[in-house]
């Protein structure tokens, strides 16, 4: 394992287990059957799915593993609840997941019932191994990413109805006004990028290196609905000029004309949120915007995006407004190993390796991200299509330029 | 319109329409929200959306027009529950109906109490125009063939499950061994085809008129399970000299081997059903076969697909076993408007006639046709790949062949 | 052979091939070869590969079966030019026939003048089997086919070019000016439908039968431009009211507003012709539309596409303006087989019945169709949505209406 | 212009426009227009399109500007031939560039000389603006890489003719044995990477900036033919462990067994070269293997592909059997933009920049590279699936490994 060398204990580990796991069920409380059961697109999975691949998750890597007398909840799930994972054998095909009505919804919430007590007898077993404490910690981190899948594809799937309804109340709602924007000033320098070792991260971060990175300027905030407004207005998505060759052939092919969940009404622009139709709040960071949005945004702005280097180094350097966000940010790094990068052996060294190709990096986090999770060297990553996750636009600029 | 010239009474009507309502809903007993919610392919729908979609049906074309004091039970249902329908306005897209969770199940409930409710008021009411109680049986009508739909859409569904869910015990149990093949024999006539008026029909069964029909041979049976199984065991999914072209290319794209719900096991042929997966039962109708298939099976057996009007004059002749069976029959009649045909003025004019292009007329009724549709001038319609409706082949040959 | 029971003799056979073979190579005079190698669609095919196909067809159905001594111009022609005959072996992908430069133009002549002179020999032999003569016979009709195909498929091909360059300068050229539309009237009889195999006919035109034809009415001209354009000025291709659901969705999904060769330009209307871009003439008659367009045509003009019955019993009967036009005439008769309709055995049983689905009946003939191929029982046959055949509509309407 | 500072005088360009227009002209000695009109799939062009746009980009980017008298060839090639530069217009569907016959290959060639005597005119003036000779420069450059295209795109297009055409005998002819794999070593440091602008690069090669390279070793051959047999042979093809995640979706969708061009034959495995079918050569670099074909090797061979730096970095210390090779090398870099990137102002900004995303860097050059093109800094690029290219393998590692 490339994960931690020092584990949280078994007992520490039961209880957060206690505690991640409410906190994924709490999220669909209020929702209905067919709220958890539907898959918008390919990209996204019904919330059920979420609910018990994560199970699954604990279930495949530590019960079969390190529990001798566990029963399987389920003996197809094995297959059925594999998302990714050639080593554990078939994968049931992405884009029918929500071509399944049953199991229904209660049965999920059984199926996880019966792992967590599985998952709770065996931390409180008197010794386990090592990699079995490396692996429920993963398995919780592992959870936690999927509790703001959820959130993202739950608003995918609910923007989609011509209702508008609601996710609930107060979900993501609205940030403080934004300053005006600043700029840390960095000079250039050798840093050092990648986690510690110290504290569970994930093996993409790891292991940490040196790189050079030039003189550069960071800005002190993500881009606002207001200024990504004045993009729009400015004619951003009629203008090839601003957009990256592949990026203007995508924007034209799917029809873009703003941020997927902007709409345009006779009172003007609402966006659709967690919370329904809003009016666009202007001072709230601009979300939902593919990489190829972001690109253009910045072009249009005469600046850049950072690469992960700048954005890391910054946020370690405790530059003003970097770390956390309500969203996250895009960088210009393509998603790729770091240099002395190693897979984890067995079928968890599919967690992140075989993904990076085509995608590119995004830092920080949003308002649908475990607070636990926000650290300076997480990557997450996307392909520069999506633009159904929290996703916004921090600025970037040379250094040398001022 | 179109359709008949004598109409059942109001209060006829009112207990027609509480019994079939009520039939359609208890369709779904015993199902779960998501059984009902989900959307397998963009041919089918979600149960919960046919049970919706009739009753906008009656909402719009009849309560809307005649019940002046009616108030819509939620405005966006207009648009949102049009299948079809240019004359009424804008449709939700087809293929999409299967990504709104809401409304939910219970409300859809809801909503087809509501318009139950101004049904009876209207049906209650001293007089009404002729063309409010025809369009009323009409609806009817159509709600009965949604409930056929209700169960293909739910079998296609459940189909995909890798689990093998069952919709319900005793649906569409097994039917008696089928007797030997005996063929009914007809000389060159000039026959009368269509409805004749006198009770309900479609629009495309009218006007009665005449066809010339050379002499023919009608099976008294359909092709069963075991006849069929005799086809695949000879090569039939391998042997393009009996195939249409178009079968052929579409058989070898999509991988055909044998009827859509069959599943070749070790320890033989199964066959996914509404009674979820069942030994394949040889003295059963073979069902769920496209219209490719029905014509290369027919090729095979040394014989071919009867015409409608071979079928229709052999029903009204009262030939031996035409009418009822197991499965709808395929002909090899192309869906085509009959001599003299009008459309009805109005929406309900998109009912029939604009979707008289590309499809194959099919004949009789299946077990999950409602008895009261049974009836030989009855015109059901399918593209040629349609393998998800319960279709099955009779057979005919040319009578000079004798 | 269902093919004709007398055939011509071998000398008489031996002098058409050559005219049928020479005007064939004229068809190409004075293009370049990169005018005879390029597939604009696949439905269409190179000028080149038409010259070449023709020719497998006399090697592999006439010389490799009757000449012993003949050796093939060269050995993996008999896959390569094969066009979708499953008894014959491989057939090359269709819609690959244009990523093929080699054998260039000129190889392909050599490859004639081999076959020629090998058919030539082999037809000057003293005694020649009758099924020998009828495959002659029915490979000279295959390339007279494929003779117009070589025609419309320049079009087509041509028509993309932004140069609009000419095929050649009186190719197609103006009709007269078209008279008053008129109408002849028939009464319901009984009508013999088919060749009656005196002289050539294809299989699909057999064997001649009976059909019951109700009162009807026919026009004595097909529908001009000028008529067209009234529809097109009157919305017709905005209005769903007027199509067929099918259609509609195909016209909205291409984009549809127009016949497919004719462009809005600033001084009026132009029509891309072989002719190359040339004013719309308003007196011709309207060509290159879909079955779609002429029923919605048909619609619009408050009568209906004839069926194929009506068409060729109004053909036999003499009626004014039928035969020759210069268009094919869009039916409403889905291309099905005949009563009693049998292939012939071997290979070219293939020849036609195989695509009697989901395709529509064309009667008469073109501009570009060969005289000797206009009589009342040929059936021509596209899909619904075939736009680059010269294809165009003559109204009917029912004789019970006046 | 972010092209080099010190350029080339107008009588050198002159002299070398003659040299490399002459040899674009010479790479098609010997072909049929068929061959230069064809295009083999989207990413590809017809070597007709080739010589005609690269023409069309002196005619463009100089003549219009700077030489005030000059007569376009032909109006509309201005559009027809605009590869993707929207600054300076619309652009003829790249798709589409094999449905064109006219202009035929003659009318290219006559483009060609009239706009060469007007560059040789232009560039015999007494003064011309250094954008002038910059964009001449440019231009030279840029017909070059067409060269390239040229030889890749034709033996795509021959590869698909079941008669296994050779282009030229000699052409890309078998290299020498392969020595066996040796390593070549580097510690860590900060190295210059990028062109100092002496001499003519390209604007993705600037500016020259800093790097920091962790240890590493780099092969000093690429990948030969035997050893990427040897992967084969273990089952590379069916091992999803060895595969990117997005690769292996790719290799399965698209049935990959071997690159693109092997041919398992009875006699062993055949390679389809420029010069026909050939035994596949077991001591000549593999080529013409995706980004996912060269990273499953690399991790099969317990290797990594070099990042560009470290690639740079060796060529630049001289390090063994660098450059240059028969293949261009993939490397693991992501194609992005230099810290500091500019583009020209201007319709020549789109060259390069606008590209940046989902591609990876190529370096080193191939067999059909110009020799005036191998240089430390090149950086060619293309996206991950892209096969078609002369494209191989050099393998790396970390140096710590060691």
């Not at 909840?73 to 994968?91: C, I, P």
């Not at 050079?212 to 004619?235: K, Q």
């Not at 308002?367 to 060297?377: D, L, V």
Request: net charge negative; hydrophobic share 40%.
């Amino acid at each position: 394992m490339s994960f931690p060398a020092r584990h949280l204990s078994a007992p520490d580990l039961a209880q957060r287990l206690a505690l991640v796991r409410d906190s994924s069920q709490a999220l669909v409380d209020g929702l209905n059957p067919e709220d958890c059961a539907l898959q918008s697109m390919p990209d996204a999975s019904p919330a059920k799915w979420h609910l018990a691949h994560t199970t699954w998750f604990f279930e495949t890597f530590v019960l079969e593993r390190f529990a001798p007398n566990y029963a399987p909840f389920r003996t197809g799930f094995r297959d059925f609840y594999n998302s990714y994972y050639h080593a554990v054998g078939e994968q049931f095909p992405r884009a029918q997941r929500g071509l399944i009505s049953r199991p229904v919804l209660a049965e999920v919430f059984a199926y996880r019932s019966h792992v967590d007590a599985a998952m709770q007898l065996l931390l409180g077993a008197e010794t386990l191994p090592e990699d079995c404490l490396a692996l429920v910690e993963l398995g919780l981190n592992h959870e936690q990413q999927h509790q703001e899948l959820i959130l993202t594809d739950l608003l995918h799937l609910l923007s989609l109805n011509p209702f508008h309804p609601a996710y609930r109340a107060g979900a993501c709602s609205a940030s403080p006004p934004a300053p005006p924007l600043g700029w840390s000033r960095f000079e250039a320098s050798i840093v050092d990028i990648g986690h510690d070792g110290i504290g569970f991260a994930f093996d993409n971060e790891m292991p940490r290196h040196r790189q050079f990175v030039e003189a550069y300027e960071i800005a002190d905030r993500p881009v606002t609905n207001a200024e990504y407004l004045a993009f729009v207005g400015d004619g951003g998505y009629q203008r090839p000029e601003l957009w990256l060759s592949e990026g203007w052939q995508v924007a034209q092919a799917q029809g873009w004309s703003a941020p997927i969940y902007w709409r345009r009404q006779e009172g003007g622009w609402q966006e659709f949120t967690l919370r329904g139709l809003q009016p666009l709040d202007p001072s709230r960071s601009v979300s939902n915007v593919s990489h190829y949005e972001a690109d253009a945004y910045a072009r249009w702005a005469s600046a850049r995006l950072p690469t992960e280097f700048e954005w890391e180094h910054a946020a370690d350097s405790g530059a003003r407004g970097i770390l956390p966000g309500a969203v996250w940010e895009w960088t210009s790094s393509a998603y790729a190993p770091y240099p002395g990068f190693r897979t984890a052996p067995g079928a968890v060294g599919e967690y992140n390796g075989k993904f990076m190709a085509n995608q590119y990096v995004l830092r920080g986090g949003s308002c649908a991200t475990p607070a636990s999770h926000i650290r300076p060297t997480y990557r997450n990553f996307f392909p520069s299509y999506a633009r159904w996750q929290f996703s916004g636009i921090r600025l970037a600029r040379d250094g040398s330029i001022r």
